[in-house]
């Protein structure tokens, strides 16, 4: 490893001390002396230091990270330094961010004690998914004076994943439902579904027509006949990975946010019991999931979409629909997840749903981006601010005109912003799901 001496604050803040003589030397040239002799020393004072700081062979490092993390949430990343001389460690230690994350607190000071060992926590999150390399560690160990320090690089070479953890995935889906159900937006009352669940007496409030009368006459007393929502219906997801779902939204990629909506979704359609299928598509399709049932269904939809990307191409959704209805043409609810800001697009979309929707029932999950929305409302300052508005605001209305399209021909249609995204997929299948509209 090589290193290369680095003066601290403190040699700069004496070397700063020391000119102060100069400003005399107008008066008396003896004090341009004083300032060259004080230099000289404080030079030579830097090199000793220097000589007696401590060499990367006096120091081990080692990180310890998890190797999958979640993205959008912050994760520790521990930095073991091992102190290896016999004197005190005094430096700091810096970390690169590795491209597409955030970073908190990867350039910190320690000190060491001989025989002894630092550990330094930083934070780590993932903006987007896929892998994440993390490179070398600045290292910067300063002389016993302070006024020195040797930097030096230590290599560490990893790859961690960001990758969506099943167990997240799992609870964020069991709250979303459980939020769905206590806004009442969820599944139908117990007893009105159209799949038959089991007999009991008839209570005051009870549907007539819900009266078994046989069971009645039977019995001797009214009996009713309590229905469930139908189970095992078949739910595709399709996931636009074209180019518009490259851009991002309150931080994060579009896909990212589509790709968390479509795993919570699928969650919750599982446990509902129904069968879950996937497409990711952009031009071609890039991946495809073939139907999953039951808890254990959600890993294999996990694998198929947490490393789908999106690309700089334009969608063609009809491929997807081919691939996904080439064998098998059983009513299903299909949920889009794609970008309507694009009118074309919108308009391919809407001739692929619209045929679609004489024996499916489609769903378009759409997000909605605030900072355009405000900057389609907001007053313009100047000429710049108000070519940015006419852009926002063209884009609103492109969007606004895609929705009611979509409408027309049969589409439901959910749009909602990044915070609200998955909540609003799982909302509308939740709200489908009860109303047996599948």
């Known amino acids: 490893m090589i290193s290369r001496p680095v003066p601290t604050a403190r040699a700069f803040a004496l070397l700063s ?16 002396w ?25 120091v081990a490092l080692s990180r310890e990270v998890a190797p999958r993390l979640s993205p959008a949430r912050p994760h520790p990343v521990r930095v073991r330094v091992e102190n290896l001389c016999g004197a005190t460690l005094r430096g700091a230690l810096r970390e690169v961010p590795p491209t597409g994350a955030a970073v908190a607190d990867h350039h910190q000071r320690f000190a060491c004690p001989p025989g002894a060992a630092a550990t330094l926590t930083w934070t780590l999150t993932p903006l987007a998914r896929g892998p994440l390399r993390l490179g070398d560690v600045h290292l910067r160990l300063e002389g016993p004076l302070g006024l020195c320090a040797r930097q030096f690089s230590v290599p560490l ?19 979303l439902a459980l939020a769905a159900r206590a806004g009442q937006r969820a599944l139908r009352k117990a007893g009105e579904g159209r799949e038959f669940e089991s007999l009991r007496e008839h209570r005051p409030g009870d549907d007539l027509r819900s009266v078994d009368w046989k069971a009645s006459a039977r019995r001797g007393r009214t009996i009713v006949r309590e229905h469930r929502p139908e189970r095992n219906q078949r739910v595709l997801l399709l996931l636009d990975c074209g180019r518009h779902m490259a851009g991002a939204v309150d931080g994060r990629r579009k896909l990212d946010w589509a790709v968390d909506a479509a795993l919570r979704l699928a969650h919750v359609s599982l446990g509902q019991g129904d069968q879950v299928a996937a497409v990711a598509y952009a031009r071609s399709v890039l991946r ?54 694009d009118a074309d697009g919108s308009e391919r979309l809407l001739q692929r749903l619209a045929a ?33 508005r006419h852009v926002a605001a063209r884009l609103e209305a492109d969007a606004h005109a895609a929705v009611a ?9 959910v749009r909602a912003p990044g915070a609200g995204f998955s909540a609003a997929a799982v909302n509308a299948y939740l709200e489908l799901k009860g109303r047996g509209a599948i």
């Open 405 to 413: 399209l979509l409408r027309a021909a049969g589409a439901h249609v």
């Open 157 to 175: 070479p990893e790859t961690v994943k960001a990758w969506p953890d099943p167990g997240e995935v799992a609870r964020d889906a069991l709250a």
């Open 17 to 32: 001390a020391g000119l102060l003589p100069a400003v005399l030397v107008p008066w008396h040239v003896g004090f341009a």
């Open 288 to 341: 495809a999931v073939p139907a999953q049932s039951g808890a254990a269904g959600l890993r294999p939809l996990l694998e198929g979409l947490a490393e789908v990307q999106a690309t700089f191409e334009e969608s063609d959704v009809g491929a997807a629909l081919e691939l996904a209805f080439a064998r098998q043409h059983r009513r299903s609810l299909v949920v889009a997840f794609t970008d309507l800001l």
């Open 34 to 58: 004083a300032v060259l002799g004080l230099d000289a020393a404080l030079a030579l004072l830097c090199a000793l230091d220097l000589l007696r700081a401590p060499r990367p062979a006096d």
């Open 356 to 388: 679609l929707g004489r024996r499916h029932l489609p769903v378009v999950v759409s997000l909605s981006d605030p900072e355009v929305a405000r900057a389609a409302l907001h007053p313009p300052a100047d000429e710049d601010a108000a070519y940015a």
